[in-house]
């Protein structure tokens, strides 16, 4: 079971060019193997995109949303995500799928910022819409911080879409 990343096939980036390397690789075996793509996954921890989400949505004094905020995204919680691994984990396959691990509701990025809010436990404000053109300049400030999840990797994954197909989504269900 590799678990890989939804939308790795339509971003030039490092992270998503190693694991479609991967999933490439994958399909050229004969052995029987499950890609699981996870649209974003969120819970308890914070890692890569969460951590960028969480720190959008915990700013002081106003909310600050990329752009619009109209990406579209199918978040799975890392429950969810762990416990359909367990599932595939004792299910035997006969050739390699691919699996978007996506929930059925699709949510906009603004959403997503104004749920961490809440669930973060702090109180509504202002929202500011950041132009992306200002995004991309400071994720090329961020590139050059060690840690930073403000860089040109995460801006590109966070500037489409990360959803997929209706049949693909409840394949997956």
């Given at each position: 079971i590799q678990i890989s990343a939804l939308g790795i096939d339509k971003v030039?980036?490092?992270?998503?060019a190693s694991k479609k390397a991967i999933d490439d690789y994958l399909l050229t075996l004969s052995i029987p193997s499950v890609i699981v793509r996870p649209s974003y996954v969120y819970g308890k921890g914070s890692?890569?995109?969460?951590?960028l989400f969480r720190g959008i949505a915990g700013t002081p004094f106003f909310t600050a949303?990329?752009?619009q905020g109209t990406q579209k995204f199918q978040p799975i919680s890392l429950n969810d995500l762990s416990e359909a691994i367990v599932r595939l984990v004792s299910t035997p396959v006969?050739?390699?799928i691919i699996l978007?691990?996506?929930?059925k509701k699709i949510i906009t990025l603004e959403e997503i910022i104004i749920k961490l809010r809440s669930w973060l436990g702090l109180t509504k404000t202002r929202i500011i819409h950041i132009?992306?053109?200002f995004i991309r300049l400071l994720t090329r400030l961020g590139d050059l911080?060690?840690?930073s999840t403000i860089n040109t990797v995460s801006y590109k994954m966070l500037a489409s879409d990360n959803i997929t197909t209706q049949e693909e989504t409840q394949r997956f269900a």
């Open positions: 030039d980036v490092s992270y998503a890692y890569g995109g969460s951590s949303i990329p752009g006969t050739e390699t978007h691990a996506v929930s132009p992306l053109t911080l060690p840690y």
